[in-house]
């Protein structure tokens, strides 16, 4: 088996100038529970073969530039630099945006939503790992914010999350939403599972967030990482699984 990793390319019109994809577990070096391509250190794979897997993706932008991992914390804070001590140990945060050839945006996800974007001239891009606490709490409009361009300016990408046919969630979360939009009530459905909960719908609840902010092109979000074998997830896998890893860097 090939230890490159398959990659999903966005289906969405961003300029040449702009690189991105997600890997999938289809390929690659990771074994077990973890295999094929599992490039998070924070889930009990081994670290060598973590490491291995992350200097294959280093290798798919061919120019030895850094990548900026972050240290995941279901938050709103969004990283617009790279510093040499990242190496060493990731920065907090939960997003990060690109407005030079530096360093590559890079987010860890596996049932939670990476939502990928780039201005239309192709001179910012970012990207955001949109839990439902992130994004109840406003990792998408903080994203936005950071790239500085006008919401009618930015292209979105809505990549692999769990579905609404998968995801199950508590009142809280539904509260969680409706008290900060109402309109997001039409993005839960009443369990068919268990009495006070609802499958809540990612893509839905982003795309309203989104359009609220005034962005209007937004592409993808039909995908269920807990139906496509393709995809970690952590729901579907009781938590022993990998991540895939989301990319995005200006060429």
């Known amino acids: ?16 100038t702009v690189g991105a994809f997600i890997t999938t577990r289809e390929t690659g070096p990771s074994q077990g529970a973890y295999s094929a391509f599992n490039p998070a250190l924070h889930v009990g794979d081994d670290p060598a073969t973590v490491a291995h897997c992350r200097n294959l993706l280093a ?3 061919d120019d030895e530039r850094p990548l900026l991992w972050l240290d995941q914390m279901h938050g709103i804070d969004v990283l617009q630099d790279y510093r040499q001590e990242y190496g060493a140990k990731p920065p907090r945060g939960d997003a990060a945006v690109a407005f030079n050839r530096d360093y590559a945006c890079v987010i860890l996800t596996a049932d939670c939503l990476p939502v990928f974007f780039c201005d239309r001239q192709g001179s910012r891009v970012g990207l955001a790992h949109a839990g439902w606490r ?24 809505l990549g692999p999350a769990i579905s609404n046919a998968q995801f199950e969630v508590g009142k809280e979360v539904f509260d ?17 599972y268990r009495l006070g909960h609802y499958m809540g719908d990612l893509y839905r609840l982003a795309r309203l967030r989104l359009e609220r902010l005034g962005v209007s092109h937004i592409s993808g979000g039909h ?27 200006l060429k």
């Not at 398959?6 to 040449?16: E, G, I, N, R």
């Open 223 to 249: 995908f269920c990482t807990a139906c496509e074998s393709r995809f970690y997830s952590h729901r579907r896998d009781d938590g022993l699984t990998g991540r895939m890893a989301s990319m995005i860097w």
């Open 1 to 16: 088996m090939s230890e490159q990793p398959t990659l999903l390319l966005p289906d969405w019109p961003a300029p040449s």
């Open 176 to 192: 969680a939403f409706v008290a900060i939009q109402p309109e997001a009530a039409s993005a839960f459905e009443p369990s068919p």
């Open 59 to 61: 290798e798919q932008i």
């Open 134 to 157: 992130s994004l109840a709490n406003g990792v998408l409009e903080a994203s936005v914010a950071a790239l500085g361009r006008a919401p009618e300016d930015l292209l979105v990408w």
